[in-house]
């Protein structure tokens, strides 16, 4: 049901369809839906709810070329983590509701559950990270996040401050109750037992830049607080051993993996073969021009062929001067990766 509060609560930020009603992809959808996918044995404990132990998935990690929609992507899930139904409430029964207005929102939706589809309520006081190399970064989530503040029903649940966004609850705790924005220069807010962060571009997480610890920490304080978290990302260079290359490496069961990898025997220098490959790595996302990123990724590929490569073919492959043979990971690595069990 939280696609259903997304589309009524989030607004599409920018375009010519700003202000509609902001609808997941299939991609979008199909990523949401297993983040938040329950565990068929949750239990609802109502003086100790499971949080993140009721889900399958403890964390995420979305791989995808440029403009395909992360940034409105993460937005809405940010609103949900905030005052949407995102902590497990038990198992509903045929005709249950869930009323907005009893989630501290007064915008009237209510939502039939189906029988046996698990129940939501808001956290009770959440803390919320966006995470990034820079406040530039950042601002891929944090822009399209103001807008559906500004733009719909959720202007009375998220104010928005000089420096941070205010979550209206009922916690009392100043500390808690908020959205913060955090990068490589605001280690003073890392250690926090925060309940969900959002780690944009992981794939630029790296040890010289001290965003691995970062990111570490922060799925330390989530931990803690059965909190969880989300990596968005392009495709990274694998000669860098950065936080996205640790997970997508990681043999745990409990992360979720979005990497639609085109099929490994189309060159993306060829121009025909790159064409069937946006295509591949573009499906689900209508607004992407594929002859507009024809023409960027063509133009970077006089200087920097594997950056074209990464951004806009999503495939892993290494920088110029790097020590990996090109080719060499995707002979290793060729299978798409979109986690369905």
Known sequence: MLDAWIAHHCRVPDGFSRGAEFRQSDWQFWCTANHYRVRPDALWIPDRPLLNQAFVYRRSQIVAPQK?????WAAAVTT?????PSVFNGWAEAGELYEC????????????YLEGEPKGIRHPSPLIQLTATSE???DNILRPLKAMIRLGPLADLLLIREDFIRIVGESGDEDMDRIDAVTSNAQSKLGNPISFAFQDESGLYTKTNKMIKVAETQRRGAAGMGGRT?????????AENSTAQRTYES???DVFKFFRQPPAELSYGNKRDRARIHR???EGSPWVNLDSIEGEASELMET??????????NRLVSGSGAWLKDGLWDAAYASPVASES
């Open 68 to 72: 395909t929609g992360k940034g409105p």
């Open 80 to 84: 949900g983590e905030a005052v949407g």
């Open 101 to 112: 207005s009893a989630n501290g929102c007064s915008c009237g939706w209510t939502y039939e």
């Open 136 to 138: 530039d970064q950042v």
């Open 230 to 238: 989300i990596e968005t990302t392009n495709a990274w260079d694998p």
């Open 251 to 253: 043999q745990s069961k």
């Open 280 to 282: 591949f790595v573009y």
């Open 304 to 313: 920097d062929r594997a950056q074209a490569e990464r951004f806009f073919g």
